[in-house]
T-cell receptor, first 113, second 116 residues
Framework: AAGVIQSPRHLIKEKRETATLKCYPIPRHDTVYWYQQGPGQDPQFLISFYEKMQSDKGSIPDRFSAQQFSDYHSELNMSSLELGDSALYFC????????????FGPGTRLLVL | AQKITQTQPGMFVQEKEAVTLDCTYDTSDQSYGLFWYKQPSSGEMIFLIYQGSYDEQNATEGRYSLNFQKARKSANLVISASQLGDSAMYFCAMRDSNFGNEKLTFGTGTRLTIIP
């Protein structure tokens, strides 16, 4: 079965640089979520989109923005990167019509130097 | 605000034994969902099992079962016949929603180590 795809899997950036993370949800899933997991921590919700519209927002810094495109893929844009942004970034998707389970992608591991 | 509590930071279990990972939650909503995810050292987040607040039967998925006690607000994960590959971090999570497409709130996790 198709899973959530995230790219890149690993990313190394310098402070103050920008980064773009991409997510391709499971086909026919209508909701996409972004989570951030710092080292040794539990995942924290950043933002979600339902049918390409922002549906909820968590503790996402103003330096971050996200959107969902017409083909349902989503991008998380991160600017003015800080050392504290180093984390594992997950995208998850779910279908409101087929149950509520969120299926996670493999994550993008971001390291800011 | 909803809250998930996992009181066991780490557990060591002998291979082939059953193990119970504790999870308690706090919510004022009547409709909610409870999830367990497994995170191996490689980092991916693997869905294990789901329990809806209105489900009367405990959820089961292969060797995984969820001991749901609504009055006590607990949703413990039981793994039967543990295997070396079960060594991982386990997160309990809750979706607090009537619509099914809202964010998950995670507990702090339990690191399970299976001893040969």
């Amino acid at each position: 079965a198709a899973g959530v795809i995230q790219s890149p899997r690993h990313l190394i950036k310098e402070k103050r640089e920008t980064a773009t993370l991409k997510c391709y949800p499971i086909p026919r899933h209508d909701t996409v979520y972004w989570y951030q997991q710092g080292p040794g921590q539990d995942p924290q919700f950043l933002i979600s989109f339902y049918e390409k519209m922002q549906s909820d927002k968590g503790s996402i810094p103003d330096r971050f923005s996200a959107q969902q495109f017409s083909d349902y893929h989503s991008e998380l844009n991160m600017s003015s990167l800080e050392l504290g942004d180093s984390a594992l970034y997950f995208c998850a998707s779910s279908s409101t019509s087929r149950g509520e389970t969120q299926y996670f992608g493999p994550g993008t591991r971001l390291l800011v130097l | 605000a909803q809250k998930i509590t996992q009181t066991q930071p780490g557990m060591f279990v002998q291979e082939k034994e059953a193990v119970t990972l504790d999870c308690t939650y706090d919510t004022s909503d009547q409709s909610y969902g409870l999830f367990w995810y497994k995170q191996p050292s490689s980092g991916e987040m693997i869905f294990l099992i789901y329990q809806g607040s209105y489900d009367e039967q405990n959820a089961t998925e292969g060797r995984y079962s969820l001991n749901f006690q609504k009055a006590r607000k607990s949703a413990n994960l039981v793994i039967s016949a543990s295997q070396l590959g079960d060594s991982a971090m386990y997160f309990c999570a809750m979706r607090d929603s009537n619509f099914g497409n809202e964010k998950l709130t995670f507990g702090t996790g339990t690191r399970l180590t299976i001893i040969p």
